[in-house]
């Protein structure tokens, strides 16, 4: 008896976890999931915080219902950590980046998100163009 209810714990367990996998997944097998990627190093400039901040501040404002169900992500990688550099090699980043990525799409707004770092308001647009660029 103890080991059927072990067996059927693990089973739910496995096949949730299955369940959201294929949910994040299209049918052309690519992720749906959108992540925006903003590279950085540990020493860094009040623009270099701004960009972080209003860019996380954009994708939580704009797609709040995404982020609290994890489809939509803002990350800040340090360039100067491990973990970070493996992420960087992956996607091509040598410096400071922000990037939308969606599975094999990639669009770079890091000249945009400088100009418009301690502007939200255009942050926001520049992000939202990006995303709609890697969802189509």
Same mark, same amino acid.
């Given at each position: 008896?103890?080991?059927r209810l072990i067996l059927? %714990?693990?089973?739910?367990? +496995?096949?949730?976890?299955?369940?959201?996998?294929?949910? %994040?997944?299209?049918? &052309?097998?690519?992720?749906?999931?959108?992540?925006?990627?903003?590279?950085?190093?540990?020493?860094? /400039?009040?623009? /270099?915080? !701004? %960009?972080?901040?209003?860019?996380?501040? !954009? =994708?939580?404002?704009?797609?709040?219902?995404? %982020?609290?169900?994890?489809?939509? +992500?803002?990350? !800040? *990688?340090?360039? &100067?950590?491990? !973990?970070?550099?493996?992420?960087?090699?992956?996607?091509?980043?040598?410096?400071?980046?922000?990037?939308?990525?969606?599975? &094999?799409?990639? *669009?770079?707004?890091?000249?945009?998100?400088?100009?418009?770092?301690? &502007?939200? =308001?255009?942050?926001?647009?520049?992000?939202?163009?990006?995303?709609?660029?890697?969802?189509?």
């Open positions: 008896m103890r080991n059927s %714990v693990a089973l739910l367990f +496995t096949l949730s976890i299955l369940s959201s996998e294929a949910q %994040v997944q299209q049918k &052309d097998g690519k992720s749906s999931n959108v992540n925006v990627y903003y590279f950085h190093f540990t020493r860094r /400039c009040t623009t /270099c915080m !701004a %960009v972080e901040e209003n860019a996380k501040k !954009a =994708v939580e404002l704009l797609y709040p219902e995404k %982020v609290k169900t994890g489809e939509y +992500t803002f990350t !800040a *990688i340090n360039l &100067d950590e491990a !973990a970070g550099k493996n992420l960087a090699d992956k996607l091509k980043v040598g410096g400071q980046t922000l990037l939308v990525v969606r599975g &094999d799409k990639k *669009i770079d707004i890091t000249d945009k998100g400088f100009l418009n770092a301690h &502007d939200l =308001v255009k942050m926001k647009e520049e992000i939202k163009s990006a995303i709609d660029k890697v969802l189509f």
